[in-house]
């Protein structure tokens, strides 16, 4: 059985200046493949609300279905680290509430680490997690759960208030004890500084390459998600169309009587 990475593992690729591969996951066989590619972080983002479930956002998806999604993704994997997004609400109401559900993701769903958006306003709660051992990764600039308050997807950090704002939440929640932290949505020259001010790694997502790893929807780079298309996304694969034509030929064939054959029937 090989080794899962730790904490201590993914602190030490940023040290060394090996860039962090990380991809999301909500299902075994996806989890399984990622992990036998040799992902560094597998991560069970709330994303699964839009591209898993056709919600339109994030907001929808509970700490119930994050625990389910989570437990597979755990099973499936042996060496990736694995993340659990903590949902919208699930640690927004008070301390206490985050640790209990951040504990949960931890010992139902069997999670290494949590991750929660926000900095400056909720590097307390951070603290408070990381107080009882459990490992918290940190998401600033555009915030899928704030986007009503943001107005939608948009870049944060282009201006000079934003742009400080931003580096100030970098700071904050490395001091409450995060172990890295997710800059989304924002300009790649202002990634490139948050990442050389923290002494804790960086992951990219529409942040440009100098961030100290990337994460992708894994939806997103094999062509599964039609309903967006974000700029930071390169489709690697175009899975979508193979699996669309295999399902017209199982139509095809039942329709015919051609499937199943003999060689598909017992004696």
Known sequence: MKKRKSILDIAGMKNSGEKISVLTAYDYPF???????????????????????????TLPVTMDEMIYH????????????????????????????ARRNAGRLIKEAGAQAVKLEGGVNIAETIAAITAIDIPVMAHIGLTPQSIHRMGGFKVQGRQDAQARQILADAKAVEEAG??????????ASLAAEVSAALNIPTIGIGAGPDCDGQVLVIHDILGLCDKYSPKF???????????????SDYIGEVKSGTFPAEEHSFK
Do not use: C, H, W
Request: no cysteine.
């Open 70 to 97: 989570t437990k597979p993704v755990v099973r499936a994997s042996e060496q990736a680290l694995v993340v659990a997004d903590m949902p919208f609400m699930s640690y927004q109401v008070d301390q206490s509430d």
């Open 31 to 57: 989890a399984q493949l990622m992990d036998q590619a040799g992902i560094d972080i597998i991560l069970v983002g709330d994303s699964v609300a839009s591209v898993f479930s056709g919600y339109e956002n």
């Open 233 to 247: 996304v390169k489709r690697f694969a175009d899975v979508r169309q193979t699996i669309s034509d295999g399902i």
């Open 178 to 187: 995060a172990f890295a932290v997710v800059l989304e949505g924002i300009p």
